[in-house]
């Protein structure tokens, strides 16, 4: 591919992004029947989600955009030959994709939970709570990228991003600056850190980190403070902590435009 034709493959890459994940194209792929064009990994993660909604395997997927049922997905298309892959085709191990993945996954496609304030976010970088290690961070961080990658072996994003968190901590011992622009700097590093791998869901992932660190919770208090503003149940959620109100109101569920129309919200 010459000069020109990879500045428009890039542009048109840019301009016309995957639905999914919200950024370029990667590994072009199209639905068989309604021909909407996805990246590969982003149409074939979304069916393995929508296939764990069910009770026995599909055989076909609807199309996230329009809703037509679909059977195969169409890839690696060079000009004169294609590979397809069949929606009933075994999709890869997903033994580790626990329940609480699949709830944590759903948890990118909805609207931001209103936890700012409640974890005192400002209060985290005004108080310099950052500059203390965080126990749970790194169990944290294993789960969320393999919820939104779905892959198991992580291992390489979840140290390239600890060692980013952790310079910023060395880095404001030898010069302090001020709680905003900490922030900001904590946010423009992260995004830059997991940008590579996490494509167009990487802005609300550095702020579902921020909000994790300044809860100051472990990963089990902090999912059932999250379930409870969704109004979701999550597994280890007793009745009792169904009965906590955290927020000081009844939980609403938001509006889930990842799946089906027909499917379920997590009972």
């Known amino acids: ?125 005004k108080s310099r709570k950052y500059l203390q290690s965080n126990q749970w961070l790194q169990n944290w961080l294993r789960r969320e990228i393999q919820a939104l990658i779905q892959e198991e072996d992580v291992e390489i994003i979840v140290h390239h991003i600890l060692g980013v968190i952790d310079s910023l901590r060395r880095i404001d011992q030898k010069s302090p600056s001020t709680p905003e622009t900490k922030q900001e700097n904590f946010k423009a590093l992260v995004s830059q850190a997991a940008r590579p791998f996490l494509t167009g869901r990487t802005d609300r992932f550095v702020n579902e980190v921020e909000l994790f660190l300044a809860s100051g919770l472990n990963i089990e208090a902090y999912d059932k403070v999250y379930a409870q503003h969704l109004g979701w149940k999550l597994p280890g959620i007793t009745a009792e902590d169904e009965e906590t109100n955290f927020n000081g109101h009844e939980p609403s569920v938001p509006y889930l435009y990842f799946f089906d129309d027909d499917s379920d919200g997590i009972e």
């Not at 996805?38 to 993660?45: G, W």
């Not at 989600?49 to 809703?67: D, E, F, I, Q």
Request: proline fraction near 6%; charged fraction near 20%; hydrophobic fraction near 25%.
């Open 1 to 125: 591919m010459g000069e020109d034709e990879q500045r428009t493959e890039t542009s048109r890459s840019t301009s016309n992004p995957c639905p999914i994940c919200l950024g370029p194209l990667l590994q072009e792929s199209y639905l068989d029947q309604c021909f909407h064009k996805f990246c590969y990994n982003c149409i074939v993660h979304w069916t393995k989600v929508v296939a764990g909604k069910c009770s026995r395997p599909p055989s076909s997927v609807k199309c996230p955009l329009c809703k037509t049922e679909n059977f195969s997905i169409v890839h690696g298309y060079d000009g004169n030959s294609f590979q397809q892959h069949y929606i009933n085709q075994d999709l890869g191990n997903s033994a580790f994709f626990s329940e609480t993945h699949k709830c944590r996954l759903q948890c990118y496609y909805i609207e931001p939970v209103p936890l700012t304030d409640k974890f005192k976010v400002s209060w985290y970088w």
